[in-house]
């Protein structure tokens, strides 16, 4: 991270090294279009399109540790191994809450997987039977028991 956080900002102290630059080099050329300018101009350019870059591999860094946070309170709410841990939702854990034992890491993994390939049926357009769609790739296996509306086929 901190790599990430030297890269944005090295991007962006050339940028601003960039526009002084063409600000020192329009003042000096009194207003006028010279090979300094264009050239101060087109460094102004790049340096603009690098920092656009840094700013983007940033968001994308911050958004890839949110999803991986995300995931990790899901399962640890999931698997019930939260205790004294809070991930945001200020709750104790949802096992203790809906009364319902903790699901298996092993098992949230499962359904995951189900849910990703109902997604990607869905999204081909092959979704006509979402039943039957749960069981047509080899790896979703059948929900777990403990949920009547899942193991009712």
């Given at each position: 991270m901190d790599n990430m956080v030297d890269t944005l900002n090295n991007a962006?102290?050339?940028f601003v090294g960039a526009a002084a630059n063409v600000l020192e080099a329009k003042e000096s050329?009194?207003?006028q279009k010279t090979l300094s300018t264009d050239a101060a101009l087109e460094n102004f350019k790049q340096?603009?399109?690098l920092f656009r870059v840094a700013c983007d591999q940033a968001e994308e860094f911050v958004e890839s540790v949110?999803?991986?946070i995300g995931s990790e309170c899901l399962v640890d709410e999931a698997t019930g191994s939260v205790?004294?841990?809070s991930c945001g939702s200020g709750s104790t854990s949802a096992s203790a809450?809906?009364?319902l034992p903790p699901i298996s890491a092993v098992r949230l993994e499962q359904m995951s997987?189900?849910?990703r390939w109902l997604v990607i049926e869905l999204q081909h357009g092959s979704g006509s039977s979402a039943g039957s769609a749960a069981h047509s790739h080899p790896s979703a296996a059948p929900f777990d028991a403990r949920f009547t509306e899942d193991s009712a086929q």
């Open positions: 962006y102290q050339e050329s009194v207003a340096k603009w399109e949110k999803q991986r205790a004294g841990k809450a809906t009364g997987k189900a849910v």
